[in-house]
């Protein structure tokens, strides 16, 4: 048997209550693994609440409260805490600010839901994890080169471009096909964006090879 998922407890921070009440209610549907036992609407409310500290705090970037970003993510690591930033919209330099602090993931908040719980779940096992689009805007100076990929992404474009389907890739990562496919997508456009055409099965196996992602072994020689 194996062993259950441990679970994670996240906090959320967000000073729009819409925004915080939809979004604990999606995550409580949406994922069995998390379990939401801080949703305040600002820093202060965090940092005295009976629950805290957690395991990953969402922060919303855009809190109105003259806290430098830097100083919040500076206090959750000193307690172990993972960080994952949500943003409207940021510069480019606040984002790489952030990363530069500590925080570990980073979303716009026109992200899909599922990939936000995805974030999440990376961000508790110390693994990056960067709205592609921030992604593209922070790395826009680097076009030429192969695109960042986090961990997870890494993942389904080995298991993807080694020739599983993706039931398989996302059975082998558990994750819902819907969340594989989300991948394949934010891989997709992070390589369009830097040059590269990976649209095809085949393109995107030529491409993982050449980039270290995929290894060529003697089986694969054939295909």
């Known amino acids: 048997m194996t062993e259950p998922t441990k679970r994670i407890r996240l906090a959320l921070v967000d000073d729009h209550?819409?925004?915080?009440?939809?979004?604990?209610?999606?995550?409580?549907?949406?994922?069995?693994?998390?379990?939401?036992v801080?949703?305040?609407p600002t820093w202060p409310e965090l940092t005295i609440h009976p629950e805290f500290p957690v395991d990953v705090v969402l922060l919303d970037l855009d809190l109105k409260d003259n806290i430098p970003v830097s100083l919040k993510i500076n206090t959750l690591?000193?307690?172990n805490v993972r960080v994952v930033l949500m943003s409207t919209y940021s510069e480019p330099n606040v984002v790489r600010e952030a990363l530069a602090a500590g925080a570990l993931g980073y979303l716009v908040k026109s992200e899909d839901a599922d990939m936000i719980v995805e974030a999440i779940r990376a961000a508790s096992k110390g693994e990056s994890f960067i709205s592609a689009e921030l992604d593209l805007a922070i790395n826009a100076d680097e076009i030429g080169g192969a695109p960042k990929l986090s961990a997870q992404e890494r993942r389904v474009m080995a298991l993807y471009g080694g020739g599983e389907p993706v039931k398989s890739v996302?059975?082998?990562?558990?994750?819902?096909?819907?969340t594989a496919k989300s991948y394949l997508k934010r891989i997709r456009e992070k390589y369009r964006v830097a040059g590269f055409d990976v649209g095809t099965k085949v393109a995107l196996r030529k491409r993982a090879l050449e980039d270290g992602i995929l290894i060529e072994t003697d089986?694969?020689?054939?295909?």
């Open 17 to 36: 209550r819409m925004l915080l009440g939809a979004l604990t209610e999606w995550i409580r549907k949406a994922a069995e693994d998390i379990d939401m």
């Open 38 to 40: 801080v949703a305040v």
């Open 77 to 79: 690591k000193s307690m």
């Open 170 to 178: 996302a059975y082998q990562l558990s994750i819902s096909e819907e």
């Open 219 to 223: 089986t694969m020689h054939h295909l």
